[in-house]
C-alpha cells in the first residue's frame, strides 16, 4: 500500500490550496479515505474523511465550511481543496487508509500559512 501526498507549500492568509493523494497497492474503491494534519507541538487530527462510495463525508470541527474532501475512485486519487487558509492551519497533512488492524500514512505534505 501506497499514499502519496501532494500539493502543500506557502500560502498567504486567506489563501487557497489544493491537496492529493494519490494511492495504490489496495482496492482503493472499497475503502473509506481520511486526511490528518499535525501542527508543532500538537497531537494528530482529522481533518477529512470520505467513504468508499463518497456517499458520506466527515470534517473536524476547525475546518468545516472551508475544506471540502472528494475522491476519484478512477484516478484512486483523493483530494482536499482548502479555502480561507488561516495562520493555524499550518501543519503537515496526512493522507490516511485502514482496515482492521492494518493502517497506512501517507509521508505527508507541508502546508504553511504566513503572510
Known amino acids: 500500500v501506497q499514499l502519496v501526498e501532494s500539493g502543500g507549500g506557502l500560502v498567504e492568509p486567506g489563501g487557497s490550496l489544493t491537496l492529493s493523494c494519490a494511492a495504490s497497492g489496495f482496492a482503493f474503491d472499497a475503502y473509506a479515505l481520511c486526511w490528518y494534519r499535525q501542527a508543532p507541538g500538537k497531537e494528530r487530527e482529522l481533518v477529512a474523511a470520505i467513504t468508499a462510495l463518497s456517499d458520506m463525508t466527515n470534517y473536524g470541527s476547525a475546518v468545516k465550511g472551508r475544506f471540502n474532501i472528494s475522491r476519484d475512485n478512477e484516478k484512486n486519487t483523493v483530494y482536499l481543496p482548502m479555502n480561507n487558509l488561516q495562520p493555524n492551519d499550518t501543519a503537515v497533512y496526512y493522507c490516511?487508509?485502514?482496515?482492521?488492524?492494518?493502517?497506512?500514512w501517507g509521508q505527508g505534505t507541508q502546508v504553511t500559512v504566513s503572510s
Open positions: 490516511y487508509t485502514g482496515w482492521f488492524e492494518y493502517h497506512y
